[in-house]
């Protein structure tokens, strides 16, 4: 079955700067990638996905990326802000069964 | 409120009880899914249903772990005998035919 790694755990940016977030997975037949935001105690929270037609997808300040060559994909978030502070988790399907990374906890220092 | 809901919202049981949660989809969403979550880790797939059809189960989900949605709307997760090791957010995600993952809030279920 699909496998997804992610990295970092924890990631800790200057307000301002910018955060980077990788996935590798290992099926080649995944063709969706979502990116999820999970508040402590939250639900997770849709941020922004792309299919595996396009290699890479950008909306405002988040963006991501898409290698299928190398079965990876990266969350880009530029201008950090105090409240992208959160748990970002990647996923990775080719059907119904939407497998995902253990979360990257983001901290933006002020 | 039109998201995902779920019932309850944490539930404490003792090992051994039974417990059944809730979950009730975005209206017009023909795919229900269930996920476990423990602390540390991202959503670990468990089932899902197309309808009132389940038609996947994770190997995760042990005989003692049933799941219905009888008229294709909500859906009920029941876990039988409890274990310690069953404490875990418990989250239920709804979809448009392939579409994106709705979640609900999720169940925190501890077991004592």
């Known amino acids: 079955g699909e496998n997804v790694e992610q990295h970092p755990s924890t990631l800790s940016v200057q307000e301002g700067d910018s955060a980077v977030i990788k996935c590798t997975y290992s099926?080649?037949?995944?063709?969706?990638f979502p990116w999820y935001k999970q508040e402590l105690g939250k639900r997770p929270q849709l941020i922004i996905d792309?299919?595996?037609?396009?290699g890479e997808k950008k909306d405002q300040r988040i963006a991501v990326t898409l290698n299928k060559t190398a079965k990876h994909f990266s969350l880009h978030i530029t201008e950090t802000q105090p409240e992208d502070s959160a748990v970002y988790v990647c996923?990775?399907?080719?059907?119904?069964?939407?497998?995902f990374g253990t979360g990257t906890r983001l901290t933006i220092i002020p | 409120d039109t998201g995902v809901s779920q019932d309850p919202r944490h539930k404490i049981t003792k090992r051994g009880q039974n417990v059944t949660f809730r979950c009730d989809p975005i209206?017009?969403?023909?795919?229900l899914y269930w996920y476990r979550q423990t602390l540390g880790q991202g959503p670990e797939f468990l089932t899902y249903?197309?309808?009132?059809?389940?038609?996947?189960k994770s190997r995760l989900l042990s005989d003692r772990f049933s799941a219905e949605r009888p008229k294709g709307s909500f859906s009920t997760l029941e876990i039988q005998r409890t274990e310690q090791g069953d404490s875990a957010m418990y989250l239920c995600?709804?979809?448009?035919?392939?579409?994106?993952?709705?979640f609900g809030p999720g169940t925190r279920l501890t077991v004592t």
């Open positions: 995600a709804s979809s448009l035919a392939s579409g994106i993952r709705y």
């Open positions: 099926d080649s037949a995944s063709n969706y």
């Open positions: 792309i299919r595996s037609n396009v």
């Open positions: 996923a990775a399907s080719q059907n119904e069964k939407l497998t």
């Open positions: 209206s017009e969403h023909n795919r």
């Open positions: 249903f197309q309808n009132e059809a389940q038609l996947e």
